[in-house]
């Protein structure tokens, strides 16, 4: 049989790029059309209905169970006119990616005639069959009911898919006992309770804030790999990651992938996804190539914390649909090739006023540059108290490869502010003596008077840092390219709004002491200057030197997930987001227990997709051409003449049997050694037991693959390679 790998790249090689025509020169044409917002309700709700249930969404109040049968009486109006036939609620169980459980909006009645029904308790809540979504424990079999419960500040939208079309209903996932299942929900009271707490630190500055709203604009980055040789690549299929596959002669050494041209077929591609997002509200906006051939980044506008999550959830899906159409697959595992960069998500977040003010960014008025410090500063001390929650919200197993090699942010949990904003947070902090006089300019004599504007372009210069101020707003880049940006954002939320609520009341304590609030307020902030610039670090977080630093410091450096989930469930962690009403213990202890099954199942199925290919694909081929060497040698032998290339020969041969002996060891090892961590009882011991028995073996068996993969004549290997996957499309 012909080998499937050649196949692969012939068809690879003579695809055609799919036609795609936009709907309209203007997006503005098409924006939107696809989703149930502000314009679709008026259509299709009474004036009175309509501004409740504006009001309702504006301030999350409930919504009345008329107000829900009218809501639900337009919405599917709406979407019959559009075509649609089916609805379903839409929600984010705790596995990573979305749920839907489709149902017709059609019913029959007693007579036998079709009706069409969608009632406005339909809307508001259902029970889909959720057995099979995890729970940690919180739910048994037994009482395996879930509960959808609509979210109405995410509106509905209608998923296309070749010709069938849904109305899709954002939900948050509960069960029974009311605990939560899935991402949303506690996402939504992360923001809640950062809403409560900022407004109540903005009030020190500026009566007019009443709302403050955190704002998520997550750059997405991702491979696109040919679908035929992504199907003749095993592990990409099963782990989405490639497990073996030697260094090309060239990577991304020369770095001309980045913002070079983008081929026609990439192209086409990323005009018919963008269009698909355009038309269901997502704001897309750049599209550029990566520093890796064949990886690429889109990035949206950014919006409110909680639509920003939903479509990052969508654009996912969407592309993934779309490549389908173009012999694509997307890649957006954090690193699905060694040697090259990984995939990241980076969270872009700030916080915005319901005056139009983003907190984040410094300005020319004295007065509103306190109030930015003040949110400045309370975000640094955040994050050096909660750095090592931050490090858990964004462990995977994906992300483990990752964090710490190519172009990543290490495991070490610091802030980059750049040269100007050290300058100021310096001068805040030692220029303590201070005496201020009446008539005196306060904002002057604490040099706080002007902040010079921030050059976007200076301060976003180190791309080292998992955690970057860019100007107005701060990055986290340490997320993986294939997580949900609700767990980061959770953390940091919650973490905010704790500092936030802490700094109220230690300004509060202040102000009895000196008799000008602004000094109060500096005061404080000097305080939290002193004791958080600690994970303040301007250097190459690459760098050998930032690790030892970062340990005298006494920053946590944690390189795995089962240890770095830990955080989750430390009596510090699991108390700020109980009184912060994100999270019951027993919710956290649940998705806790979810992130390890998990690692242990990704790992699982590493070791077993590499040991298949070991056995199945890399010996066999090693073997075959072993003995077409043996067969030549002996055919030089016969002939009788002395040649030098015998020598060579029998290198060669000794040196597939030493790579072929050793993989078949170690695979046996690795297949042992899982048997015995698959009997540990306890999840947080079997998952160590994972890494350091089992993906322990991973690299030693890998070398040896990767070898052979250089020594066996190319037309004998059965697996596309690294350089045929990055460079045909
Ligand atoms: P870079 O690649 O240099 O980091 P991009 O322009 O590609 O920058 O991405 C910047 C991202 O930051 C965009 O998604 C943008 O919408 C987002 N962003 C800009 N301002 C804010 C803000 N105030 N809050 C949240 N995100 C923001
Ligand atoms: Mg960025």
Redesign the pocket.
Known sequence: MAILRFKAIEVAQSRPSVEVSLPSHKISDYFGINVFNKEAMRAHLSTEMYKRLTSAIEHGHKIEEDLADAVASAMKSWAISKGVTHYTHWFQPLTGSTAEKHDAFFDIDRDGKVIEKFKGSALVQQEPDASSFPSGGIRSTFEARGYTAWDPSSPAFIMEIEGSKTLCIPTIFVSYTGESLDFKTPLLKSLHALDKAATAVCELFDKDIKRVIA?????QEYFLIDKALYLARPDLMMAGRTVIGAAPAKGQQLEDHYFGSIPPRVRAFMIDFETEAIKLGIPI??RHNEVAPSQF?C????EEVNLAVDHNLLLMDLMEKVAEKHNFKVLFHEKPFAGINGNGK?N???L?TDTGK?L??PTAKPKENLMFLAFFVNVIKAVYDYADLLRASIASAGNDYRLGANEAPPAIISVFIGEQMMKVLDELEHNAAIKIDKGDNLYMKLGINKIPPILLDNT?RNRTSPFAF?G??F?FRAVGGSANCSAPMIALNTAVAHTLSQFRKDVEEEIKNTDKRELAIINVLRRYISEAKKVIFEGDGYSEEWVAEAERRGLPNIKSTPLALDSYVSEKNLKLFEQNGVMTHREVEARYEINLENYIKKIQIEGRVLGDLALSHVIPAAIKYQNILVENLEGIRDVGIQTESENTIIDTVKEISHHVSVIQKKVEEMTEARKVANKIENTRERAIAYEKTVKALFDEIRYSIDKLELLVDDEMWTLPKYRELLNIR
């Open positions: 704002t998520l604009g997550p750059e906006r750049t980044e990035a949206p506008t950014f980076h872009n977040w700030s915005i983003n984040l960014a976003d860019t107005n707003k990055e």
